[in-house]
C-alpha cells in the first residue's frame, strides 16, 4: 500500500513564495506520473504540475513561469516551489501518484491561502 504525506502549505501574501512537499512511502515501485492538482471553492480540481516517469513536464497554463515542479527519485518525494503567488492561487492543492496498472494515490490536501 502507498501512502502520500504533504507539507508546505499555509498563509502568504500576494507575490510570495511556498514551497510544498509530497513524500511516497510504501510499495511505490515503478511510478508513472507524479505531481499536483488543485481545487479552489466552487470549481473544478486542476492540474497544477506533473512529472511523468519519462521526465516530462506538463504545467497547468495559470502556473506556467511561476511554478516548478521538481522530484527526488531516492526520497519518492516531490517538490512543488511557487513563486509570484496570486490571489487566484488560492485552493486546496492534492499530490497524485500514477502507479499505472496499480492504480492511483491522492494525498489529503493542503490548503494554499494567498491574500491580497
Known amino acids: 500500500q502507498v501512502q502520500l504525506v504533504e507539507s508546505g502549505g499555509g498563509l502568504v501574501q500576494a507575490g510570495g513564495s511556498l514551497r510544498l512537499s509530497c513524500a511516497a512511502s510504501?510499495?511505490?515501485?515503478?511510478?508513472?506520473?507524479m505531481g499536483w492538482y488543485r481545487q479552489a471553492p466552487g470549481k473544478q480540481r486542476e492540474l497544477v504540475a506533473m512529472?511523468?516517469?519519462?521526465?516530462?513536464?506538463k504545467y497547468g497554463d495559470s502556473v506556467k513561469g511561476r511554478f516548478t515542479l521538481s522530484r527526488d527519485n531516492a526520497k519518492n518525494t516531490a517538490y512543488l516551489q511557487m513563486n509570484s503567488l496570486k490571489p487566484e492561487d488560492t485552493a486546496v492543492y492534492y499530490c497524485?501518484?500514477?502507479?499505472?496498472?496499480?492504480?492511483?494515490?491522492w494525498g489529503q490536501g493542503t490548503q494554499v491561502t494567498v491574500s491580497s
Open positions: 512529472l511523468s516517469g519519462s521526465s516530462t513536464l
Open positions: 510504501g510499495s511505490v515501485g515503478s511510478i508513472h506520473s
Open positions: 497524485n501518484l500514477y502507479l499505472g496498472l496499480r492504480g492511483e494515490c
